[in-house]
């Protein structure tokens, strides 16, 4: 079970509180940052993590990220190391705090290792994600935002991709499919009982970091995604990019994407759960986080140079496998039913990103 703070079986204060899964990593740390930056003392926060992607530095009982943001914020983050799968230690944390709704981020995210380890992901990510359901029905807490992804769409049909795009089909990996299957289930477990509330929201490619520069994107070993990849070569950890492809039907042959900045995906999170004292949100939500504006890695490339004034060398490579060539978001529907828009720019994106990696090159261990 391995809790930092778990005590006893009885609360420890009865405030209500946010349950944040997987809050110690890269999307979970900035949304929690934001929520304790905006949110009044009456709200709590309680993260749970396995800390199988994230950082603690030896003899701290919270992760860096963690650690960072109560600095930060001056504002207690109670943390318990434990994994979602653990039924006796979930039903602990909610035994212990008044948990009102849960923010899932919690899940193993690496797609080419979800390639030959499938049996890993499912169980993380599916088996887990039912045990947390399960935790959160016996404690009659039914309000949930969920860590969705683009990816459930698969090869895009139509573009831009808007919530009605079909899912499920074509997925090339069982990370993906295991977001698409958690989907399924979240609409069952909604059609069998009318408590339920979910909002799935389906990033496209988070990018960014806290402006501070203090919190960021800290993959372990090399990054699989493009913007932690070119901040690695740009601040000298890494010698070249690889662009993977050269020859799509794309402005310049280069996959293009809808990259997001993290902060507005807190924002994103925030808009969901205001969500949840409107009628109108019982039952199951999926809604897109993205710009609407797609730009080819070379475009990345570019912009990020500017922003950090360093080059950033790279040669073609061939396609990676599972690779689509256009990817972005109709965002509209969140404007409508969250009131949320994505703010920040590509410049935005890139400089925050390289305040962080400039300052931390070897991330939360630097
Ligand atoms: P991350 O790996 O930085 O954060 C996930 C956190 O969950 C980590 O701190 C990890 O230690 C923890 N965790 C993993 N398995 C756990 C378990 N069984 N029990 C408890 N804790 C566990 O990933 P992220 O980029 O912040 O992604 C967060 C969520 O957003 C994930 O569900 C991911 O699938 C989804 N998502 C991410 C992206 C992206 O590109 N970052 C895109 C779309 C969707
Ligand atoms: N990409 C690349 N080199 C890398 C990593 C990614 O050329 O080292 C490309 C990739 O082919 C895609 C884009 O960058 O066109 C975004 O890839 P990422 O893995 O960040 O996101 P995803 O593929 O999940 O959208």
Same mark, same amino acid.
């Given at each position: 079970m391995g809790g930092d703070t778990l005590n006893e079986d009885k609360r420890i204060d009865m405030t209500r509180a946010i349950l944040v899964t997987g809050g110690a990593g890269y999307v979970g740390s900035h949304t929690v940052a934001y929520l304790l930056e905006n949110m009044g003392n009456d709200l709590e926060i309680v993260v749970v993590d396995n800390l199988i992607n994230s950082y603690r530095k030896p003899g701290q009982k919270k992760p860096e990220s963690l650690r960072i943001i109560e600095d930060m914020t001056g504002k207690t983050i109670h943390f318990y190391n434990c994994d979602i799968r653990d039924v006796q230690a979930m039903h602990r944390v909610f035994q212990n705090h008044l948990i009102e709704c849960v923010i899932h981020f919690a899940a193993l995210k690496a797609v080419g290792e979800s390639v030959t380890k499938p049996l890993e992901y499912y169980q993380a990510n599916v088996s887990g994600t039912c045990t947390l359901f399960e935790v959160m029905r016996d404690h009659g807490v039914h309000k949930l935002v969920y860590s969705s992804s683009c990816t459930v769409y698969g090869e895009p049909q139509r573009l831009p991709l808007d919530e009605t795009h079909p899912t499920g089909a074509g997925l090339t990996n069982p990370y993906g499919r295991s977001k698409y299957f958690c989907e399924e289930i979240m609409k069952d477990l909604c059609a069998s009982d009318k408590k339920w509330s979910v909002i799935s929201l389906r990033y496209f490619n988070p990018v960014g970091a806290h402006p501070s520069g +203090?919190? /960021? *994107?800290? =993959? +372990? /070993?090399? =990054? !699989? !995604? $493009?913007m932690p990849y070119i901040a690695q070569v740009a601040v000298g950890r890494l010698e *070249? $990019?690889?662009v993977f492809g050269s020859d799509y039907p794309t402005v310049d042959g280069t996959g293009v994407r809808d990259y997001v900045h993290v902060q507005d995906l807190a924002e994103g999170h925030a808009g969901a759960l205001a969500c949840f004292n409107k009628t109108e949100f019982t039952g199951f939500h999926a809604i897109n986080l993205g710009t609407g504006t797609g730009y080819s890695v070379l475009q990345m490339v570019a912009a990020f140079e500017a922003a950090s004034g360093k080059r950033v060398p790279?040669?073609?490579a061939a +396609? &990676?496998?599972g690779d689509v060539a256009v990817n972005y978001a109709d965002a509209s529907l969140a404007a409508r039913t969250l009131g949320w828009r994505a +703010? &920040?720019? $590509?410049?935005?994106m890139c400089a925050d990103t390289w305040r962080w990696q400039s300052t931390h090159p070897h991330g939360y261990a630097t």
């Open positions: +203090r919190i /960021g *994107e800290d =993959p +372990r /070993g090399t =990054p !699989n !995604n $493009l *070249e $990019l690889q790279w040669r073609v +396609r &990676r496998a +703010r &920040r720019t $590509l410049a935005d």
